[in-house]
């Protein structure tokens, strides 16, 4: 080779690499560009579990005027898909749990979902997101979480085939994946799903370089043994601090300390660096008596702090892992009066239904702290210690309450025994009198078995005595 030949393949060679390099940076600083900016943005969860809410054309209206970045959607609904392509929102669907395993058997399956639930609608609908199910870990559903990363796979190779590459696949866990995430230091994943779940999905995440979604909230953990707990830590407050014993890592709120307990079980499956984002986040404004805490004030003060922390430029991210951009969805944008279980599952809201808030908030991190009205103080941030009856709500219908009487009396034959004619609260006969009796008697003997005070939305709970000096009525005491 002579050496001009050799000194042009020298300088081919040396500007190939060059490109190649500045290729991958180039791809690197987009990558690092678009993660900012999904992070950047805070997202709203829009669930529409409720008899009372709006329509989805007020609702979108509402969440553009709360100045939120991000909408995430618990279904595909092709009505809201068509109204938000008509706003600058990112959006995020989802694929319900029982489609998971007809997905996850037949890429036809997947490729008529895409072609049914994205095609219409992308680009103009900025769809950034596909969550597969909902928590399918925390509760029994047979061997859908078998099915979960295929199903993830297929309609990542659906979106591939038409071209799309900036829509990213995941599916949202919620913290009981974890079996220890304290300290942070000891977090890790439960053994029963560490093979079969959580190494394939880990490594289809990395693969396709999504996120790792999870839905934490700081409130139940809180909740639990909030004696324990400073509730100021909890809600991004005061200066209390945790030092981890093993990292020595230091810790000023309770979120931080989840988020790397999740962190901390990644980086001990071989995944130190896998993206976090948080699907659902956020704080109860109202729940039952012993649901500790859950009022509006705190609520206010949990989503006001994380909002200024999520938004800080540059990330804050968490102490294991600094810097950290990380995508966050609150929950919720209305209360949901028809989910079922306790008090707070149906009172994550921040707006009522008619759009007015139930507090005050800015998604977009820039009105200082200072700057929003007083908000009453609350009266259960300790636990209730006391009697507690569960009776009607004021003008509960009463045709409803003639049937949840007559259901409550059928369970057992004690239930009932004290509303007979000739005992002691057969009178004053109504509706409203007997149901009263029935649902504080029905509750007290089988709530032990998750029976609510809710009945539909016909009762509620009290700590005033409904009964009388003739008639006592059943109470739970706390």
Known sequence: MSLLAFFLFTLLVFSSSCCSAARFQGHKYIQRKTMLDLASKIGINYGRRGNNLPSPYQSINFIKSIKAGHVKLYDADPESLTLL???????????????????????????????????????????????????ILSYNYGNVSANL??????????????????????????MDSLRSSFPP?????????????MLPLLKFLNG?????????????????????????????????????????LVYRNLLDQMLDSVLFAMTKLGYPHMRLAISETGWPNFGDIDETGANILNAATYNRNLIKKMTASPPIGTPSRPGLPIPTFIFSLFNENQKSGSGTQRHWGILHPDGSPIYDIDFTGQ??????NPLPKPTNNVPYKGQVWCVPVEGANETELEETLRMACAQSNTTCAALAPGRECYEPVSIYWHASYALSSYWAQFRNQSIQCYFNGLAHETTTNPGNDRCKFPSVTL
């Open 367 to 372: 009105k200082p702290l200072t700057g929003f």
């Open 85 to 135: 392509s008509q706003t600058n929102l990112y959006v995020t669907i989802t694929v319900p749990n029982h489609q998971i395993t007809s997905l996850s058997s037949n890429q036809t399956t997947a490729d008529e979902w895409v072609r049914t639930n994205i095609l219409p609608y992308y680009p103009q609908t900025q769809i950034r997101f596909v969550l597969v199910g909902n928590e």
């Open 185 to 197: 230091s000891n977090g890790t994943f439960r053994e029963e799903i560490t093979g079969p779940v």
């Open 149 to 174: 990363v295929p199903a993830m796979r297929k309609i990542v190779n659906s979106l591939r085939l038409h071209g799309i590459h900036n829509i990213k696949v995941g599916t949202p866990l919620a």
């Open 208 to 248: 396709t370089n999504s996120f790792f979604f999870l839905n934490v909230h700081p409130y139940f953990r809180w909740s639990r043994n909030p004696m324990n707990t400073s509730l100021d830590f909890a809600l991004f407050q005061g200066n209390s601090t945790y030092t981890d014993p093993q990292t020595g």
